[in-house]
């Protein structure tokens, strides 16, 4: 299928939606879906980038992700090697929560009004174990 048949396909199916189509028990599985995510996440970063750019070039986003990742897939060896490999394009040693200087700046911008330095350095712990 070519991109334009998936882009036509795409506006048939917004064209047929409509709002409060779902019955209760769609919308309760949807509910329980969504409550099992949420409570194996550890972090409840959106990764809006709001917290970004650090003034120290922590990447808080990515190694949120990374921590979760962990966690939710219950498989710590990528996230670990992907928060330790200084390999650009993943996560340069620079970029780790241990350069956390602990200005606070994340805190002002972060919607979610997440405790940004503290779950900082918990990443960091996690993601540099050694298991």
């Not at 194996?40 to 970004?52: E, F, I, K």
């Not at 498989?75 to 390999?87: E, F």
């Amino acid at each position: 299928m070519s991109k334009m048949q998936q882009v036509v396909e795409n506006i048939a199916y917004a064209e047929h939606s409509q709002p409060h189509n779902l019955i209760a028990d769609e919308l309760t599985l949807i509910e329980r879906v969504r409550d099992a995510y949420l409570s194996l996440s550890q972090v409840s970063c959106t990764a809006c980038r709001y917290c970004m750019p650090c003034p120290n070039g922590v990447d808080i986003p990515r190694i949120f992700d990374l921590y979760n990742e962990a966690i939710i897939y219950d498989d710590y060896h990528h996230p670990r090697w992907a928060y330790s490999s200084n390999i650009p394009g993943i996560l340069k040693e620079e970029n780790r929560a241990d350069k956390c200087i602990k200005c606070d700046q994340c805190l002002e911008k972060c919607p979610q009004k997440l405790p940004i330095p503290e779950l900082l350095e918990k990443a960091h712990a996690f993601l540099m174990a050694k298991d």
